[in-house]
């Protein structure tokens, strides 16, 4: 059964070919054979995923059942769960066990899913790699010896490793797409707004949206129709309608007019991913679509506005941890500015404090004119490339990222060469639009993505393309060496 999507599981619970408890405890037991080797997990929900799996078999005999009813669910641990630990993968909320459910939480609870637990992420969702968790670098399930790809590595690796038919995932900059790439699964970022971020810890207000990642572009549609709409309690939730997802998968690729930005494949292109990439597109071309060459003239500032406004909001965002409320709490503090100072120096890893420096000093008396208000200034260039380019074009493709996954700490004292590996998705946040990537091969038998990004709220028209070239390759059926297990 592990093999199987979300939408072939849901049509097993429905006809009773076998029961929520027997599938939850199937994940279970994979997670307890499989996980040391991947460490994608933080913490494991399996009293309280057994207790939700019984009621889901009772709503599913009543016939009252949705669509995701009794379907376990590995959820990244950015999401606040009532009586779940959620860490952030940061020792600063080791401790942390939250009051109230993400809105996002609430809305799977509501459609029936199991939690299975809570996936392993780089600490406070800062990184690309999935090494700068708390508890410990995610392995790639293709590759133990590679990243798994950040900030959502738990969540693509669990997926990819069969450990999870789905999983939540969050991207601020390239956070679920680059894992989902690089670990060979399907993974989309919504259209700002499109997913309420209440209750989802905040890294950068203006750029952090959750999605979903699975096994195919269909699964994500079915997890998308739960995940997206309104909240009201969410000042940046947009209340433009919801459609269903899943109505036009199948819808003929025939005069679909694709872009392809020049500045995506130009130097920094891995040859092998770019041959991946051209196959992948051919493909599309064959179902009727049309390429364009378009461009996007900002796109080399891209990578310099993010790292101005993304730690100038973590900054911002990050300064409520100081040990007075909840999480870490230094030992025996001296007076107030020592409990300040040690707590935050004892409970953040180096990439936040990074970050923190950067956006504070961004937004700095003197400095936020040259600094955060150039770069928002520059953000709308960015995104007026995008809005121009869509004049054209009904999507843009083009690479998720410049090659496969590298190999763990290769580029772990080389923040630039880590930050390069999202010169592909950063822009796609900066402008709010949806991004998703799909598997398009293998280099080095390793997965490569191929990205699309669509126009503001057209998720329905990026999944319908993603469902009908799943539906010519294999790319996202293929499991490789990883251990199946029972």
Same mark, same amino acid.
């Given at each position: ?20 408890? $027997? ?15 991947? *460490?994608?997990?933080? %913490?494991?929900?399996? $009293? ?10 009772? +709503?599913? /005999? ?47 609870? !509501? ?32 590759? %133990? ?34 894992? !989902? ?9 919504? %259209? ?5 971020? @209440? ?36 000042? %940046? ?108 120096? $004892? ?6 404090? +990074? ?6 000093? !961004? ?11 150039? /770069?928002q200034q520059v953000r709308r260039l960015i995104q007026q490339d995008y809005l121009d380019a869509f004049k054209d074009v009904d999507i843009i493709a083009g690479p998720t990222t410049p090659g496969p996954a590298f190999?763990?700490? /290769? ?14 998705? @950063?822009?796609?946040?900066? !402008? ?31 999944? *319908? ?22």
């Open positions: 059964m592990h093999t199987n999507t979300v939408a072939q599981l849901a049509l097993g619970l429905q006809r009773r070919d076998f029961s929520s408890t $027997e599938l939850t405890e199937l994940y279970l037991d994979r997670i307890s054979a499989l996980d040391d080797t991947y *460490n994608a997990y933080i %913490t494991v929900n399996a $009293e309280q995923a057994l207790a939700a799996a019984a009621i889901a078999d009772a +709503r599913l /005999a009543k016939g009252t059942g949705d669509a995701l009813t009794g379907i376990p669910i590995a959820h990244k641990d950015i999401f606040c769960t009532s009586g779940l630990r959620t860490s952030c993968g940061s020792r600063m909320l080791d401790n942390f066990v939250p009051p109230y459910d993400a809105t996002v939480i609430k809305h799977f609870d !509501a459609a029936g899913a199991v939690i299975l637990g809570k996936t392993n992420m780089d600490e406070f969702a800062m990184g690309s790699s999935n090494e700068n968790s708390y508890y410990g670098a995610v392995k790639n399930p293709w590759d %133990t010896s590679a990243v798994p790809g950040g900030s959502s590595g738990g969540s693509a690796a669990a997926v990819a490793a069969m450990l999870a038919p789905a999983a939540t995932g969050t991207d601020t900059g390239g956070s679920i797409r680059q894992p !989902a790439a690089f670990c060979g699964v399907t993974g989309l970022k919504p %259209t700002y707004g499109r997913v309420s971020r @209440l209750g989802m810890i905040a890294f950068a207000s203006s750029l952090d949206q959750a999605g979903p990642l699975a096994r195919t572009a269909q699964d994500c549609a079915i997890l998308l129709n739960v995940m997206a709409g309104h909240d009201k309690l969410d000042s %940046t939730s947009s209340e433009e309608p919801v459609p269903d997802y899943t109505a036009g998968l199948d819808k003929p690729l025939q005069g679909l007019r694709i872009g392809l930005p020049r500045e995506f494949f130009g130097d920094g292109l891995a040859a092998s991913t770019a041959a991946a990439i051209d196959a992948s597109l051919k493909e599309l071309e064959a179902q009727g679509a049309t390429l364009v060459e378009v461009s996007l003239p900002h796109s080399k500032l891209t990578i310099p506005t993010y790292y101005v406004i993304a730690p100038a909001e973590a900054s911002t965002n990050l300064s409520r941890f100081d040990g007075v409320r909840y999480g870490h709490r230094c030992d025996a503090p001296k007076d107030l500015h020592d409990l300040y100072t040690r707590t935050r120096e $004892e409970g953040f890893g180096d990439e936040v404090k +990074r970050r923190i420096l950067v956006g504070t000093y !961004a937004l700095s008396a003197g400095y936020y004119d040259a600094y955060y208000k150039k /770069a190999a763990l700490g /290769a580029k772990s004292n080389d923040p630039l060469a880590m930050y390069l590996e999202d010169v592909y998705t @950063l822009a796609v946040n900066l !402008a709010g639009l949806p991004g998703m990537s799909v598997p398009a091969g293998f280099v080095d038998n390793k997965p490569v993505g191929l990205q699309l990004i669509g126009q503001h709220f057209d998720e329905a028209r990026l999944l *319908n393309v993603a469902h009908r070239f799943q539906q010519a390759t294999d790319w996202h059926t293929q499991q490789g060496a990883m251990p199946q297990g029972k």
